[in-house]
Structure formats: structure tokens, C-alpha cells
């Protein structure tokens, strides 16, 4: 049986050719999540930093440009994308494929990641585990509450939904309330997406590897829903934004 990850995998690896020209959200919040970190942390450059399921490398292309003289290392599940990420990065980036769960780090000034923590399967061991090991950890993360519109509508269909799961907001402060000497800040963002209609959402989410497969659906309801439902269709994405480094 296929796991979580292997999922994950497969379904960015499959989009990492085309991922930059529907990522306007990710990129958006690469650059929110490094103008946060700049904010929290003003007189903070790092001279070593580690990108943390980098995708196509959207917050790397951010911090070489907050921290021009940064020596930046690049992490990402799908060699794929992170090779699509290198093709824009600085030549001296540095790269390491795997499971960012199952890294066995040295020590960087900076460890980032935009987009990637929400896939955590143990989201607090992955940050007790990081937090040791720099000097600030910053990470966006979507929340539960992403394309909820979605996954109502296929409730009211009595079908289950077909994105990837998200961890919910109280989750997250749960964990982060267990930490200790650490400086930390959180913010939110709420975007909204439209689109002319369901079918172009699915395409969108088949697009940046946020699906599952038609046959999780079966095939016959979901072209089913896609005649039916032509109207403007919107979906929000729920961002959280963290930034937490060690007490002076």
C-alpha cells in the first residue's frame, strides 16, 4: 500500500514541470513569510540557511534577496522539483533530497520552509526537533479551512473530499504554546481564489499536486459534478506564518 509520502511525492513530482504557473499563493506567501521573518528579527542575517521542502524554490529566490551574502541549502521530497528550483537559483545552492522528517541536520543560522509543514505526519517532533538546531525557525503552513468550499460542496454530494488533509489552527498554537525559550510570532493570512468554474478548480489543484486521483471520486460522479456546477467557483487558502528564534 502506498504511503502518505509516496503520495506526496507522486503528486509533485507529476506537477513540478508546470507548479510555477499556477503558484501565485505560494509565492505569495514565500514573500510574506520572509518580509515576517525580517520584521520579527531586524538585525538577523543569516550567514547559513537551510530551505525546507523548497518545491520550486519560491522563498529560496526570497531570502537570497533579503540576505544577499546567505550560503543556502535546498531540501525538498521530489527530486523533480527541487531540480526545477536549482534552474533559477544561484549555481553555489546546495541540495538535499529527502524527507525533511527524516533529515539528520547540522546546524544552520536559518531553517525556512513555505508551504511543506502542513504535510508534517508529526508536526511537533519536526519542530522540537528543528528548533535545537538554528537560530531562527520560520515556516508558513496551511491550515484546515483550505478549499473548504470543495470539500462542502462534495458533502452535500455525499462524496469525501479529494485534497490532502491540513492541521487544524488549534493544533498548531498547541504545539507552539509547549515551547520554551524561544522568542515567537505568529500571523494569518486568508486568500481568496476564484475561478470561472468547478472544472477549472480541479484542474488547478491537479496542477499543484494538491489532489487525489479521479478514482478516489470514481470517475462517473466527478464528471457528474463538473457538468452541474458551472457557476464562479472561489476557495480560500488559510495561511499561518511562524517565526521563533532563541531568548537572548
Not at 528550483?85 to 546546495?94: D, G, I
Not at 463538473?226 to 506564518?241: A, P
Request: aromatic share 10%; proline share 4%; glycine share 4%.
Amino acid at each position: 500500500m502506498i504511503t502518505f509520502k509516496e503520495r506526496i511525492l507522486q503528486k509533485f513530482s507529476h506537477a513540478s514541470g508546470v507548479y510555477d504557473d499556477f503558484s501565485e499563493f505560494q509565492r505569495a506567501s514565500a514573500s510574506e513569510l520572509v518580509k515576517f521573518l525580517k520584521e520579527s528579527f531586524p538585525s538577523f542575517s543569516p550567514a547559513t540557511a537551510i530551505d525546507l521542502g523548497t518545491g520550486t524554490g519560491h522563498v529560496a529566490l526570497d531570502i537570497y534577496k533579503a540576505y544577499p551574502n546567505v550560503r543556502l541549502t535546498i531540501n525538498d521530497l521530489s527530486i523533480d522539483m527541487m531540480g526545477e528550483a536549482l534552474k533559477k537559483l544561484p549555481h553555489e545552492t546546495e541540495a538535499i533530497p529527502g524527507d525533511f522528517e527524516a533529515l539528520e541536520l547540522e546546524e544552520y543560522n536559518l531553517i525556512i520552509s513555505n508551504f511543506a509543514f502542513q504535510w508534517a505526519q508529526d508536526l511537533k517532533k519536526l519542530i522540537e526537533t528543528l528548533k535545537p538546531k538554528c537560530e531562527v525557525l520560520a515556516f508558513s503552513c496551511l491550515l484546515a479551512g483550505t478549499f473548504k468550499e470543495w470539500s462542502d460542496l462534495l458533502e452535500r454530494e455525499g462524496l469525501t473530499t479529494t485534497t490532502l488533509p491540513y492541521p487544524q489552527k488549534e493544533d498548531v498554537l498547541k504545539i507552539l504554546k509547549t515551547l520554551e525559550g524561544c522568542h515567537l510570532e505568529t500571523r494569518y493570512i486568508d486568500l481568496k481564489l476564484e475561478f470561472p468554474d468547478v472544472l477549472s478548480f480541479v484542474h488547478y489543484l491537479k496542477k499543484i499536486g494538491a489532489s487525489s486521483s479521479k478514482e478516489s471520486l470514481g470517475y462517473a460522479r466527478l464528471k457528474d459534478i463538473l457538468n452541474r456546477f458551472k457557476d464562479k467557483f472561489c476557495v480560500d487558502y488559510k495561511i499561518m506564518l511562524v517565526v521563533m528564534g532563541r531568548d537572548s
